[in-house]
């Protein structure tokens, strides 16, 4: 067995600073109502930050609220309850969501033309990276032309085009068969050492999480709650059959099943509450 220091991170508080690029959520909450009536409560008193250039990774079950704490930072929907800090935030999310009219250099550039660059000088700046990028000779290929992990690199660097210090990544290799996405890891990787920014990136792999993040957030079964957050202070590149690597995978896995283990608990006093008449809330 190979032994890891595993470094906890304690919840941050209103009163830390917060750089330009930075984010900051401090007890952060969202309820959905039901068009049948109820309510779906998603998160509730997340907080956490990240600070300019940082990679946060937030891990955690299906239906725990991830995708809406991405909205929440782009500013796409307001928090019920709680402060969000940020810089303007682009979001790449889980599919593509390339045009298929347009070709691969156009749907990269897109971000620049709702900017008001024109179409010309929008293209040349996209199609200058594609080299960067892996994507050389593939300009003029419409998205039906590409391969899964090439359209995904399109769309990441259409993200990244928006000119936004803050990214937000919502699954960005869930859909990619298991080659490609360790391929995609890597990109990624080496894309943001050469543009740095500051990442929030949802994944349900929690070893996509130890081989990317700086840190790694993990949230609880809905409401979705910051289980505990865990630095990862291992060098780059990372190689995932590494000793300390797997062992940090293991960790992190073995918290994500003890807080949705916990939150069942609640879950389920908190129902059998309700059917006595009481406040499950309580």
């Given at each position: 067995m190979v032994?890891?220091?595993?470094?906890?991170?304690?919840q941050?508080?209103?009163?830390?600073r917060?750089?330009?690029?930075?984010?900051?959520?401090?007890?952060?909450?969202?309820t959905?109502s039901?068009?049948?009536?109820?309510?779906?409560?998603?998160?509730?008193?997340?907080?956490?930050?990240?600070?300019h250039?940082?990679?946060l990774a937030?891990?955690?079950?299906s239906?725990?609220?991830?995708?809406?704490?991405?909205?929440?930072i782009?500013?796409?929907?307001a928090?019920?309850?709680?402060?969000?800090?940020?810089?303007?935030?682009?979001?790449m999310?889980q599919?593509?969501?390339?045009?298929?009219?347009?070709?691969?250099a156009?749907?990269?550039?897109?971000a620049?033309?709702?900017?008001g660059?024109?179409?010309?000088?929008?293209r040349s700046?996209?199609s200058?990276?594609?080299?960067?990028?892996?994507?050389?000779?593939?300009?003029?290929?419409?998205?039906?032309?590409?391969?899964g992990?090439?359209?995904?690199?399109?769309?990441?660097?259409?993200?990244?085009?928006?000119?936004?210090t803050?990214?937000?990544?919502?699954?960005?290799?869930g859909?990619?068969?298991a080659?490609?996405?360790?391929?995609?890891?890597?990109?990624?990787?080496d894309?943001?050492r050469?543009?740095?920014?500051?990442?929030?990136?949802?994944?349900?792999?929690v070893?996509?999480?130890v081989?990317?993040?700086?840190?790694?957030?993990?949230?609880?079964t809905?409401?979705?709650?910051?289980i505990?957050?865990?630095?990862?202070s291992?060098a780059?590149?990372?190689v995932?059959?590494?000793?300390a690597?797997?062992?940090?995978?293991?960790?992190?896995?073995?918290?994500l099943?003890?807080g949705?283990?916990?939150?069942g608990?609640?879950e389920?006093?908190?129902?059998?509450?309700?059917?006595?008449g009481?406040?499950?809330?309580a």
């Open positions: 032994a890891t220091e595993v470094k906890a991170r304690p941050p508080s209103g009163a830390e917060l750089d330009g690029d930075g984010l900051m959520l401090s007890g952060v909450s969202r959905y039901m068009r049948e009536g109820g309510a779906v409560r998603a998160l509730a008193g997340v907080s956490l930050d990240a600070a250039g940082e990679l937030v891990v955690g079950p239906g725990c609220g991830k995708t809406t704490l991405l909205e929440l782009c500013g796409l929907q928090p019920d309850g709680g402060e969000i800090s940020c810089a303007p935030a682009a979001l999310p599919r593509d969501l390339l045009l298929p009219w347009l070709d691969a156009d749907n990269a550039a897109l620049l033309r709702i900017a660059l024109s179409r010309v000088r929008a700046r996209a200058s990276l594609f080299a960067e990028l892996g994507l050389e000779g593939f300009q003029n290929a419409r998205p039906a032309q590409l391969s992990g090439m359209r995904q690199r399109v769309a990441f660097l259409r993200t990244l085009l928006s000119g936004k803050l990214l937000c990544l919502d699954e960005p290799f859909a990619l068969d080659i490609t996405r360790a391929e995609m890891q890597g990109w990624l990787a894309a943001l050469r543009e740095p920014r500051t990442v929030v990136l949802v994944t349900h792999d070893e996509e999480a081989m990317l993040a700086d840190r790694i957030a993990v949230l609880s809905r409401p979705g709650r910051v505990e957050q865990l630095e990862v291992l780059r590149p990372r995932r059959t590494d000793g690597v797997v062992a940090l995978r293991e960790h992190a896995l073995g918290i099943s003890l949705t283990a916990a939150t608990d609640v389920r006093a908190g129902g059998e509450r309700a059917a006595r009481e406040d499950p809330r």
